[in-house]
């Protein structure tokens, strides 16, 4: 089992800054991936970014690219997501998720979920 905590998120003005964080603990692998998916209510989770544990390699969602930048820290086992220019339509519940296989953007491929944290951008 491996357990997610988030931290991080709550209310910024547009065009602000935030940054997101996921510490992993439990059963973890340099062979594991994370993710970062949002949620807003009667939509599905939207993936936004995911990294490869063992090489740093990252892939992003069109919508986020060059906005959001997802990162990790090895020692600390945690994954953050570094959010710039925030937009109003970046209201959402993040999440973030682990897999123990090399990346992917589809969130039923994900094995382990964090608890979900809120982020609202004001206009």
């Known amino acids: 089992q491996v357990q997610l905590v988030q931290s991080g998120g709550g209310l910024v003005q547009a065009g602000g800054s935030l940054r997101l964080s996921c510490a992993a603990s439990?059963?973890?692998?340099?062979?594991?991936?994370m993710g970062w998916f949002r949620q807003t209510p009667g939509k599905e989770r939207e993936f936004l970014a995911a990294?490869?544990?063992?090489?740093?390699?990252?892939y992003y969602a069109d919508s986020v690219k060059g906005r959001f930048t997802i990162s990790r820290d090895n020692g600390k086992n945690t994954a953050y997501l570094q959010m710039n220019s925030l937009k109003p339509e970046d209201t959402a519940v993040y999440h973030c998720?682990?897999?123990?296989?090399?990346?992917?953007?589809?969130?039923?491929?994900?094995?382990?979920w964090g608890q979900g944290t809120q982020v609202t951008v004001s206009s």
């Open positions: 998720a682990a897999r123990g296989r090399y990346l992917s953007t589809r969130a039923s491929e994900y094995d382990y």
């Open positions: 990294i490869n544990w063992n090489d740093g390699s990252t």
């Open positions: 439990g059963r973890t692998s340099s062979s594991y991936a």
